[in-house]
């Protein structure tokens, strides 16, 4: 089945092709740090990048700024006849690549060389303070004004949406940065260390049937990525879907949870809408690269202690396995696989285990 288009936006197109990509750094060249451990020069500079990736053509499409390239990436990713970046085994490696790819355009666009991308550990009231502050990523949004994020860097009128969901997944359409904290029913507050330390109890990376009915106990990937009570994926107008298991009221958890939890119900009323971290182009919300820099630490310790394994290491599902291509970073110059991005320590980065980083 086709996949749906934006209005006024062609489907993507292989621009540039280039050999597999293999990471061997010579050392660390950037720590990723908790955003607790952040001084107010480092948000500044952080900020400062991400506004300027805004401005910024992308180099790869002409189509988008850079910043949004990769929301569209991000979105594109949902397509059916694309099927890579959620609810199957590649989710962790894709977003992976992505955002050490994102970290890079960050550090060429400001030309500033020290910016490292911090992580949110959830499980730390104190971490979720410091993410949410006027001065750093902004704060909730406005009830009064459809949850419209009013004050901060990103605020309505100087951060504006240009990728858009589909209507079908996103009916209010909003052109600026929607957060509605905790308001979304079953996920009123964030991830836990008890919940954590479970997903990191998984023995294996993934198992079968390698989607979103995975056993969370075995499979480390689903347990992470928060899928909870579902059967099974379906194309629906032309974006993978999750299927609820009939009568389940099983919230998601994790990964997925973080996102419901920080755009919650956005509409008029209680309809279901959600503000932006809900939706396939959850990058438009700027915290979206700090929730994923945690997602991408808890995979780095988890594999620190059961062993970099990946599965399935052959699977007819594309872009899955081991040595698969993942859309779409030949785009960027690249053959990149699950294999190509399994350790952190080979792409020059690693993350500051900072006191406060409990989970």
């Not at 990937?221 to 107008?237: F, Q, T, V």
């Not at 939890?261 to 009323?269: C, D, K, L, N, Y």
């Not at 630490?297 to 993942?326: C, K, V």
Request: charged share 20%; proline share 8%.
């Amino acid at each position: 089945m086709a996949a749906a288009h934006h209005p006024g936006i062609a489907p993507t197109k292989p621009i540039r092709t280039g050999p597999s990509i293999t990471y061997d750094a010579a050392s660390i060249t950037r720590v990723r740090p908790s955003v607790t451990s952040l001084t107010q020069d480092q948000k500044n500079r952080l900020v400062r990048a991400m506004l300027l990736l805004k401005a910024a053509p992308s180099p790869w499409d002409a189509r988008f700024s850079w910043y949004d390239n990769f929301v569209w990436w991000h979105r594109k990713a949902f397509a059916c006849e694309v099927d890579q970046a959620h609810m199957r085994p590649a989710f962790l490696p894709w977003h992976r690549q992505y955002l050490y790819m994102f970290e890079n355009a960050l550090r060429e666009v400001s030309g500033d060389d020290t910016i490292a991308v911090p992580f949110w550990d959830w499980t730390d009231p104190a971490a979720t303070r410091v993410i949410f502050s006027a001065s750093f990523m902004g704060p909730d949004g406005d009830h009064a004004q459809n949850h419209a994020v009013l004050r901060g860097p990103f605020r309505k009128g100087k951060w504006v949406l240009k990728v858009r969901d589909p209507k079908q997944e996103d009916p209010l359409q909003y052109t600026f940065l929607s957060r509605n904290l905790g308001s979304w029913a079953g996920y009123t507050s964030l991830p836990t260390v008890a919940q954590v330390k479970a997903a990191m109890a998984a023995p294996r990376y993934d198992v079968a049937p390698y989607n979103v009915a995975s056993p969370v106990r075995t499979s480390f990937r689903n347990a992470i990525e928060g899928w909870r009570g579902m059967s099974g994926m379906k194309c629906w107008k032309g974006m993978m879907v999750p299927v609820a298991i009939p009568g389940s009221t099983q919230p998601e958890a994790l990964h997925n949870a973080v996102h419901m939890w920080v755009g919650g119900e956005a509409g008029p009323t209680d309809d279901r809408n959600g503000g932006t971290m809900t939706l396939n182009t959850a990058p438009n919300d700027p915290t979206f690269w700090l929730h994923h820099a945690n997602i991408d630490r808890l995979w780095s310790l988890w594999a620190a202690a059961h062993g970099n394994a990946y599965a399935p290491r052959g699977t007819s599902i594309q872009g899955q396995s081991l040595d698969s291509a993942m859309w779409p970073w030949r785009q960027s110059g690249y053959f990149v696989s699950p294999r190509s991005v399994l350790e952190i320590t080979p792409m020059g980065y690693a993350y500051e285990d900072a006191p406060a980083a409990k989970g």
